[in-house]
């Protein structure tokens, strides 16, 4: 079974410019996460689907960041204008159904994202 | 108050040592608790997935739940250098629906 794929690696910009990550889950997973990771601590959820549709992003700062599932594959995250704290690891994740349905997430490796 | 607290570290520890890894969580609802390892520039992969309290042993590792404390505790027994990484607890929290990480502790087992 192929693993959670995202793109780029790394990603260095300047602050006030834009960026984008892309997904791609486990196929077959209902569910995918964006989480993100600063340096020293754990993942934060920012947005997480189910199928095409939003199931929590209440954590996502919407007036710089924004995701699409199109189709309910693929995913993107945006950040438009990015500030020196977005630097971080952002993480995506998928499972096969929602957590409470004993379903583990499975993550990709991360991109790895610095504002200078 | 924070939903999920975990001790920062760093934890170095010799080859072939006993370590516990331990996180306390807030509300006494959750039920679901989840151990994750993650490796240097490595995306977090589930060690264990424990349900209400008890223990849940598999292979080395012991995940522990003690919810009259809100206490979970993860246990490596006969360590190996390659146990070095980074163990974050997890909690489902949200009505079930989202997964919730302490800040990790960094393990590091020497020779």
């Known amino acids: 079974e192929a693993g959670v794929a995202q793109s780029p690696r790394y990603k260095i910009i300047e602050k006030r410019q834009s960026v984008a990550f892309w997904c791609n889950p486990i196929s077959g997973h209902a569910t995918l996460y964006w989480y993100q990771q600063i340096l020293g601590q754990g993942p934060k959820l920012l947005i997480q689907f189910q199928n095409n549709g939003v199931v929590d992003d209440s954590q996502l700062p919407k007036d710089r960041f924004s995701a699409e599932r199109l189709k309910g594959v693929d995913s993107t995250l945006k950040i438009q204008p990015a500030k020196l704290e977005d630097s971080a690891v952002y993480l995506c994740?998928?499972?096969?159904?929602?957590?409470?349905?004993?379903?583990?997430?499975?993550f990709g490796n991360g991109t790895r994202l610095t504002v200078t | 108050q924070k939903e999920v607290e975990q001790d920062p570290g760093p934890l170095s520890v010799p080859e072939g040592a006993i370590v516990s890894l331990n996180c306390t969580y807030s509300?006494?609802?959750?039920?679901?608790f989840m151990w994750y390892r993650q490796y240097s520039r490595k995306g977090p992969e589930l060690l264990m997935y424990?349900?209400?309290?008890g223990n849940k042993e598999d292979g080395r590792f012991t995940a522990q739940v003690d919810k009259s404390s809100k206490y979970i505790s993860l246990f490596i027994r006969d360590s190996q250098p390659s146990d070095s990484a980074t163990y974050l607890c997890?909690?489902?929290?949200?009505?079930?629906?989202?997964?919730?990480f302490g800040t990790g502790t960094q393990l590091k087992v020497e020779l």
């Open positions: 424990t349900y209400s309290s």
């Open positions: 994740a998928s499972s096969r159904f929602l957590p409470q349905n004993n379903s583990p997430l499975h």
């Open positions: 997890a909690i489902l929290t949200g009505g079930g629906n989202k997964l919730t």
């Open positions: 509300n006494s609802a959750f039920q679901y």
